[in-house]
């Protein structure tokens, strides 16, 4: 089936250590995001991509990095994870158009920093 | 920017009862709004959605409506069941550029 797939679902890591959280997609979507979720926070937007040469900033991307290595891959980098990073991390795609049906998101990467 | 209000944040309904979310949202230019549902553990889904050319739009037990000139949408979910437990996220998009209000979990009591 067609889907939006995170690795890895979980992940415990330390204050100041280098972390990947990778998403791929088998949707053709041309359209990806990278949104955090915190209690009582909602989502909120991080990184997004309109296509491979296309990176946009969200409303928190500080301590943030992105890059779309193809259509179907967008990971999202933590250069030195804090404690307060610790959050559930969703990527997500979407396609403009004529029948635009919002996002699928992907199944979540609960990430924790200790 | 657009930002989305959701109200109540914790809603709890006795299986059978109704339960309805609503959400404000400030930029009038937005034309779609989608609800998600998100189940403990798992992804937010789309589980129903209108665009802004229409005020009401039903699938089954849920219904959203819009009013347009005073910028606020609700989700309506009749005859509750326990097994529609789980946070709701109401979002408002413009161009898909989308805001996602906080949520609000809804707890149906058997």
């Known amino acids: 089936d067609a889907d939006v797939t995170q690795t890895p679902r979980n992940r415990i890591t330390k204050t100041g250590k280098r972390i990947m959280l990778e998403c791929s997609q088998t949707k053709g979507h041309d359209r990806m995001y990278w949104y955090r979720q915190d209690p009582g926070l909602g989502l909120r937007l991080i990184y997004y991509s309109f296509d491979v040469k296309d990176i946009n900033k969200g409303e928190i991307s500080d301590g943030y990095s992105v890059s779309r290595q193809a259509q179907a891959k967008f990971s999202l980098s933590l250069e030195s994870a804090i404690p307060n990073q610790t959050a559930l991390y969703f990527c997500a795609t979407s396609e403009p158009g004529q029948g635009y049906r919002g996002y699928t998101f992907g199944s979540g990467t609960r990430l924790t920093v200790v | ?110």
């Open chain 2, 1 to 110: 920017g657009e930002n989305v209000e959701q109200h109540p944040s914790t809603l709890s309904v006795q299986e059978g009862d109704s339960a309805v979310i609503k959400c404000t949202y400030s930029d009038s230019a937005s034309n779609y709004f989608p609800w998600y549902k998100q189940e403990l553990g798992k992804r937010p889904q789309l589980i129903i959605d209108i665009r802004s050319n229409v005020g009401e739009k039903k699938d089954q037990r849920i219904a959203v409506t819009l009013n347009k000139t005073a910028k606020h949408f609700s989700l309506h979910i009749t005859e509750t069941q326990p097994e529609d437990s789980a946070v709701y996220f109401c979002a408002a998009s413009i161009k898909d550029d989308m805001r996602f209000g906080a949520g609000t979990r809804l707890t149906v009591k058997p």
